[in-house]
């Protein structure tokens, strides 16, 4: 059995409409995500990033090129691509008007789980994502964040090995979106192979095993977190806190030329490119005696998502 859950190989999109230039939202895409990873695909809107997932999902035909998951061709075998996946959309996708038991009850029984399966699967997902106190409330009466929690739950009721999540936490407030994570995490360790778009860059770095940014159809960087990470300018940033900020600390520092200087309150935020340059700042202003601490730290993978994306957009 091949440790491949999905491949992808020169996939196009085009959407041609009357009277409009066509549009190529996705460009000789080709990726593998292994069985029982987390993979990221990362992108500014317009990236094609949701145009892929349609396609992998059968939702959307490919102009050409081809895909495969579990094995299976999305074009020519669509039916036994659906059997291995399930998918969380964009768009919320809960009945309104039923309570959130009912609402897992309903997707249950579609997928043709039988009671006592979707009883305990209600009640293992209801734990797993904090939504007890939420089994007996309607659909409409819920927060937007707590119905796309019920959504991306109940896609976890079905056993498929591939999962599709879509901007899965969109909508949701810092403690909605903590337990959703987490519980994202859990069905990882199950075995499951997750495939996750999302623009909250921090969320990508830490979920994923792998990642790839894609920018106008394109993948422009891939690999483990770490490795994306690398991909960039390797950028510094040192966090210098003062008992009280000179002018001759400010002109100290700007004078070495770092590329960015920011001053909140008694903090000087300063980026540079070299190690060297950073030691060479802490130094300078060590020597002014008003140094309180300091900290030195890495690019995170939002930072080298931007330098990508903008240093692609300048060369095109």
Known sequence: MSDIAIEVQDLVKIFRRKNHEPIEAVSGL???????EIYGLLGPNGAGKTTTI???????APTSGAARVMGHDVVAEPLA??????????ENAIELYLSVRNNFCTFGRFHGLRVQEIERSLDRLSELFGLRD???????????????????AKTFMVDKPVVFLDEATTGMDAFNKRTTLEAIKEESRKGRTIVLTTHLLEEAEELCDSVAIMNHG???ARGSVEDVKSMGLRLLYLSLSLER????????IRHRQPLNVEIKNNTVEVTVREAALALDILAAVRET????HFE????????????????EGSAG
């Open 245 to 252: 900020i000179s002018d001759d600390v400010v002109q100290a």
């Open 289 to 292: 005696g008003h140094l309180r």
């Open 54 to 60: 349609k396609i992998l999902t059968t939702l959307l």
């Open 81 to 90: 691509v659906r059997r291995q996946t399930c998918v969380v959309l964009q």
């Open 30 to 36: 080709s990726f593998r995500v292994l069985r029982g």
């Open 296 to 311: 030195i730290t890495s690019a995170s993978l939002e930072d080298v998502f931007v330098q990508l994306v903008d240093r």
């Open 134 to 152: 939420y089994l007996n409330e309607k659909g409409m009466d819920l927060s937007g964040g707590l119905r796309r929690r019920v959504q991306v």
């Open 218 to 220: 394109t993948i422009i």
